[in-house]
């Protein structure tokens, strides 16, 4: 499906000049017929209902707006562009997805005006397709990742409509198609990474081992997904302008147990610094006091000696010093 832009000029107030006057005049015809001429009055009524025929062809569109019309059941152009348009009366505009509501910018509307307009038995629905860019905010998932660990994500893509043809025709409701792909493409991008980094795991499909991960690699992560849902949605006339990760977190059944393994391996990280500094330490002082002959010491007084440092340095608490006035034999 080809798109087609009508390139009508935007006649819409000569129209609805005319239109008035046939209204008025109609009206004038028929009050002057029942007075003098009554064959005026055949005149005036359809004055009148031509009137009224030419009337649902006047147009009006907003700046990013447009009308996706039909004739008979097949596809006459799109109305772009900002004005006030006449069109064929016969015409009908399409847009599968204009009661359509989803958790995204443009959808969101006043509860008690839907519940009014319910309550009434009216339909609120538009048949203008929106040009400007959207924002879809996701429900958050609970997907496994490559370990299998299950984590919960969310994703705002920012999208909008470049083919009123393809979105109107190409895919039943253009705006649930693009949820139910931005859901697949999350789950299909999510499971080849692990939340953190691990080792052994290839996230780029070369066949060699990296550092990827949902955590560290965010932006990597979303471009991906953005590629992903463009692949998807391109047949339904819509570009994928940004993706974003919004929200991502262990599910609550792990995530307890994963707090603690972070905390274990902190402290591992930690302690392993502060051995290696210790040790360094160490070998600086047995160096500085062989150099300058400060004391002899025996191979039992040296492990003593680091013994003590050692138990010094790496403690959890100060030290508490216990002066020797003794020998060690």
């Not at 795991?201 to 953005?226: C, F, H, M, N, Y």
């Not at 974003?244 to 603690?260: D, G, H, N, S």
Request: aromatic share 6%; charged share 20%; net charge negative.
């Amino acid at each position: 499906m080809e798109e087609k832009i009508l390139n009508k000029g935007k006649n819409g107030m000569a129209m609805l000049m005319l239109i008035l006057l046939l209204f008025c005049g109609g009206i004038a015809l028929i009050v002057v017929g029942a007075m003098y001429a009554p064959a005026l009055i055949v005149l005036g009524v359809l004055a009148f209902v031509l009137s009224c025929f030419l009337m649902p062809g006047l147009k009006i569109l907003k700046p990013q707006e447009a009308l996706v019309l039909t004739l008979f059941g097949k596809y006459v152009g799109t109305l772009k562009g900002d004005g006030f348009f006449f069109v064929n009366p016969f015409c009908v505009a399409v847009n599968p997805a204009s009661s359509t509501k989803l958790n995204q910018s443009g959808d969101v509307k006043d509860n008690a005006t839907i519940q009014a307009a319910t309550t009434a038995g009216l339909e609120i629905a538009n048949k203008k397709m929106s040009l400007k860019i959207m924002t879809l905010n996701n429900n958050k998932q609970k997907i496994n990742d490559c370990l299998g660990n299950p984590i919960e994500i969310g994703i705002a893509v920012t999208w909008k409509i470049v083919d009123t043809a393809k979105a109107a025709f190409n895919v039943d409701n253009y705006k649930e198609y693009l949820s139910l792909q931005c859901d697949a493409a999350l789950r299909n991008i999510v499971r080849i990474y692990p939340y953190d980094v691990a080792p052994n795991v290839d996230t780029t499909g070369d066949g060699i081992a990296d550092e990827g991960s949902l955590r560290g690699s965010s932006e990597t992560v979303a471009a991906r997904i953005k590629e992903e849902i463009q692949n998807k949605v391109t047949e339904a006339g819509i570009e994928i302008i940004e993706a974003r990760i919004t929200y991502l977190a262990y599910a609550p059944e792990i995530a307890a147990v994963m707090l603690q393994r972070q905390q274990a391996s902190a402290i591992i990280d930690a302690r392993k610094m502060i051995v290696d500094g210790a040790v360094g330490m160490v070998e600086m002082a047995l160096e500085r006091l062989s150099e300058n002959n400060t004391v002899e010491l025996d191979e039992e007084r040296k492990a003593a000696m680091v013994s003590n440092l050692l138990v010094v340095l790496c403690g959890n608490h100060d030290a508490q010093p216990v002066v020797n006035s003794g020998s060690l034999y």
